[in-house]
T-cell receptor, first 113, second 116 residues
């Protein structure tokens, strides 16, 4: 069975500052993929960033980057230069050969102007 | 807009009634997934299709739930004899297939169900 744990229910960041959202996971598979999804209030879920487990290099997408620590089964998301539009619920998710996503409980990020 | 669409966006029903939701995936995507999300929680997998074949069903999907994808395009999710515990957001996602590679799933806006 796969599990994803997001232990921080809420975080807050000042606009233009950097914030890191934590995620740990467990899987018995050797090939798997990790994702961060963003779900703004009353809006649909969109992909922020993905990481293939076989890649050692951490994924980056503009202001978003991950710190993937495979041995520790840790997958944190760093948001640089935070913007008001970054306020949302963020979900860490994992998938393996069975294709279904396993999500964490999510973290609510608020951005202070 | 060629994203995943879902209909209706909101549904209020009385306990014991049947409801049906529709999902239209991105046109070239072979895989279609259903998830359920309750308030303050992450989505939970319900079932998925590859073309018209239903490949996996979660134990969360009781006998009152049935999903179809008859022509490998749109899908329907039906809940019979609804219960208050069925109140949730029902999310649909789709993805293409690439051999040996896990494609990203793209989500629709969801159908929010309230059972009174």
């Amino acid at each position: 069975a796969q599990t994803v744990t997001q232990s921080q229910p809420e975080m807050s960041v000042q606009e233009a500052e950097t914030v890191t959202l934590s995620c740990t996971y467990d899987t018995s598979e050797s090939d798997y993929y990790l994702f961060w999804y963003k779900q703004p209030p009353s809006r649909q879920m969109i992909l922020v960033i993905r990481q293939e487990a076989y890649k050692q290099q951490n994924a980056t997408e503009n202001r978003f980057s991950v710190n993937f620590q495979k041995a520790a089964k840790s997958f944190s998301l760093k948001i640089s230069d935070s913007q008001l539009g970054d306020a949302a619920m963020y979900f860490c998710a994992l998938t393996g050969a069975n294709s279904k996503l396993t999500f964490g409980k999510g973290i609510t990020l608020s951005v202070r102007p | 807009d060629t994203g995943v669409s879902q209909d209706p966006r909101h549904k209020i029903t009385k306990r014991g009634q049947n409801v049906t939701f529709r999902c239209d995936p991105i046109s070239e995507h072979n895989r279609l997934y259903w998830y359920r999300q309750t308030l303050g929680q992450g989505p939970e997998f319900l079932t998925y299709f590859q073309n018209e074949a239903q490949l996996e069903k979660s134990r969360l999907l009781s006998d009152r739930f049935s999903a179809e994808r008859p022509k490998g395009s749109f899908s329907t999710l039906e809940i019979q004899r609804t219960e208050q515990g069925d109140s949730a957001m029902y999310l649909c996602a789709s993805s293409p297939i690439r051999q040996g590679w896990q494609e990203t799933q793209y989500f629709g806006p969801g159908t929010r169900l309230l059972v009174l």
